[in-house]
């Protein structure tokens, strides 16, 4: 999968916006002004939130996901020649994840999903 198809995929989240908050070249896609998906400037991986810091375990250690580096370890980072199938789910799951999280206001102030 290309950095051009995560940022497809991250763009049609609702109300999903894009930045470069640290410049260089980042694609940070945020849901109520939360990260939920980061491309770092040599785009091999994207990095998403998980359950919890468990679950980053569990596909770190199947092999499914590296540590995300400088994020909070129930994040991972996912190369962008995995499936095309599971980066879309990883994605679409952090965002629904971090959604979730935000106050009710914010939530309802969003498109439906």
Known sequence: MSRELVNEICAAQPG??????????HDCWKVGGKSFAV???AGTHVS???DS?????FLIETGVAERAPYLHASWVALPLDSAPDELAHRIR???????????????AALPPL
């Open 39 to 41: 491309t770092g400037v």
């Open 48 to 50: 998403v939130k998980t």
């Open 53 to 57: 810091a468990e679950m980053a375990r």
């Open 16 to 25: 999903a916006e894009w930045s470069d908050p640290w410049g260089g070249g």
């Open 93 to 107: 799951h952090s965002y629904r994840i971090v959604r979730k999280a935000l106050p009710k206001k914010l939530q």
